[in-house]
């Protein structure tokens, strides 16, 4: 089967519970955008909630927003844009500036943005919330997790869905509308220090 894109479609997603309603944390539109599609092609109601507070600088945040804003537009998606307070990202990474990546300042990192997507799911009725995160190959998705389900555990009602975005075609397939709609690819993770480490930074 294929959808008008030519590109083969993956079987639908099931949420666990019986859940319809789905909010999905993204950290940009290369790496959510499959999940995106499929979750509308399985009849969800996904609403995009778009927290990070992570990347540096603002002009590389406004693109990677933008970017997922548009196309979650395309797809008649609604798109939560919730606060960039780097304030308090640089607070809660205190200290781990020089872990490398995969290290404890991800895993920071991480649990800042999945607890706020969860106290949102909390507040707004979602049942059940997910995140583009781990879809890399780049991340370790079982970290990123980790931090899923530690701030679900902290909403009464709330459940982290834990699905392998990457499996069944889904890194794959991801790529190719990455290609298809002509997005940004960004060449660091996203913070000021991802940014050093690829001597990127000026
Ligand atoms: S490298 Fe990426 S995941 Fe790790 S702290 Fe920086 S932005 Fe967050």
């Not at 798109?79 to 920071?108: H, Q």
């Amino acid at each position: 089967m294929t959808d008008k894109s030519s590109l083969p479609m993956r079987e639908a997603f099931v949420p666990p519970d019986g859940a319809t309603r789905v909010l999905l944390h993204s950290c940009c539109a290369p790496c959510s955008c499959e999940i995106m599609e499929g979750m509308k092609q399985s009849g969800l109601d996904v609403t995009v909630f778009y927290y990070n507070p992570n990347i540096h600088p603002q002009k590389e945040y406004e693109i990677r927003k933008e970017e997922n804003k548009r196309f979650a537009a395309k797809l008649g998606v609604p798109f939560i844009d919730a606060d960039y307070d780097t304030d308090n990202w640089f607070a809660r990474v205190k200290g781990l500036e020089d872990e490398p990546e995969r290290g404890r300042r991800c895993s920071a990192c991480f649990a800042m943005r999945m607890e706020r997507a969860a106290l949102y799911a909390k507040e707004n009725g979602f049942p059940i919330f997910a995140t583009s995160l781990g879809i890399s190959r780049l991340k370790n998705q079982e970290q990123v997790y980790a931090c899923g389900r530690a701030a679900a555990a902290r909403q009464e009602g709330v459940s982290f869905w834990d699905y392998n975005w990457r499996a069944k075609g889904g890194a794959d397939r991801g790529a190719a509308i990455a290609k298809r709609e002509g997005f940004y690819r960004q060449n660091y993770c996203g913070c000021v220090f991802s940014k050093k480490a690829r001597g990127l930074e000026e």
